[in-house]
């Protein structure tokens, strides 16, 4: 008798339901954080011809080659740390994850966070512990580490900024954090370049520090390239988890090449940044949201009824992202990508009539 999935899969993945991606066709797309400017069509050029070039018919550099050390020359990583690159940070995450489960391990991180976090503790076994945040979405620092103590975690994950509220906790908190855990802790750093700190001058150096990144936030979400920087001790055994080939010839010719223009970037990010602070400002005019503070490319906002400006956007074309109903602490909240002044202006038009 052949057995059904429902029987073999184990229970606490039937138990979930897949991750939900909304169809955008023919929204404006301000769900998922991404950059909202295309290449530059001098740029698309050039990167056709250098893509041209790559042998498909090879396996890729399993090391990723060049790239690390481009990375670590483009972005300040310290000589000191190792580089472990994934496809995407998602995947650093679950590296991070199957290497660290031992039965009993846990995995601890602040709640509401970004989601991978606890979806690759259950994939993987690891126990999950999440610490709830204060209401105003700043770190309750005391909470966290009479958990810590108590639970021991193999790993502590903490997204600096933090998706999906948007503020950055304060370094002396997660200094703290990395004095008192007992294992790695993970800082995520997917919004560093609209952030106003990073721990990256610290990786290496600290024992139990890996700071983690993605080139998605920065205009190459479709590359599928994050990155994580960490004392070679540490590094040298999530490689092992790696699959060799994960960073495939286009994405690692491609990110190369952006790296080689990544003022274009910098410059996109720079626009975004101060788009956020006109949104941000703007949006607090609305006298019924609460507009959380944000070091993202998005901003979290608490409205009377999130399910129905969520609904009243998509209909007017406009896609975010409704937090309702994900977390508690969540009640009623959206969150909001910046975009580029145009797509931010149609927002703010289109909250005008609604709230009107
Ligand atoms: N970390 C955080 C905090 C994120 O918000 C995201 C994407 N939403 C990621 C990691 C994953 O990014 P990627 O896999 O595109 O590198």
Redesign the pocket.
């Known amino acids: 008798m052949t057995l059904t999935a429902k029987q073999l899969v184990r229970p606490e993945i039937t138990g979930i339901k897949a991750y939900h991606v909304s169809d955008a066709a023919g929204l404006l797309k301000l769900d ?2 991404e950059n909202p400017y295309a290449l530059p069509a001098a740029l698309r050029a050039e990167l056709g011809q250098c893509l041209a070039d790559v042998a498909i018919n090879r396996y890729p550099d399993p090391h990723g080659g060049g790239l690390k050390e481009e990375l670590k020359a483009a972005f300040a990583i310290p000589a000191a740390a190792s580089v472990l690159l ?8 679950t590296l991070i994850a199957q290497a660290l489960a031992r039965p009993g391990a846990v995995m601890l991180a602040l709640e509401p ?2 989601v ?1 976090y606890r979806m690759n503790a259950l994939f993987s076994g690891l126990q999950y512990v999440g610490v709830p945040l204060n209401a105003d979405f700043s770190l309750d620092l005391p909470a966290l580490l009479a958990a810590i103590a108590s639970h021991q975690p193999a790993v502590v994950f903490l ?1 600096y900024p ?3 509220t948007g503020p950055q906790f304060a370094r002396e908190q997660v200094l703290a954090v990395l004095d008192a855990a007992p294992g790695l802790v993970v800082v ?1 750093e ?2 560093q370049a609209f952030a106003s700190d990073s721990l990256m001058e610290l990786a290496g150096s600290r024992p139990n520090l890996l700071v ?1 990144r ?4 920065l205009g190459l ?1 479709g590359l ?3 990155y994580a920087a960490g004392p070679a001790e540490w590094m040298d055994e999530l490689d092992k988890v790696r699959p060799p080939y994960n960073i495939n010839v286009l994405t690692q010719a491609a990110a190369r090449f952006a790296l080689r223009h990544l003022d274009v970037f910098m410059q996109q990010a720079q626009t975004l940044r101060d788009e956020r602070q006109r949104l941000l400002q703007a949006l607090r005019q609305f006298a019924a949201t609460t507009v959380f503070d944000s070091q993202a490319n998005f901003i979290t906002l608490r409205v009377p009824d999130a399910g129905q400006l969520f609904a009243w956007l998509k209909k007017n074309g406009i896609l975010i992202k409704n937090l309702h109903g994900s977390h508690p602490l969540l009640d009623n909240c959206l969150r909001l990508t910046v975009g580029s002044p145009e797509e931010n202006t149609a927002v703010l038009a289109a909250l005008d009539r609604y709230f009107a």
């Open positions: 998922a954080m994934g496809n995407g940070s998602d995947e650093i995450i966070s970004f991978m997204s933090n998706n999906p995520d997917a919004y983690m993605t080139l998605s936030k979400a599928r390239l994050g």
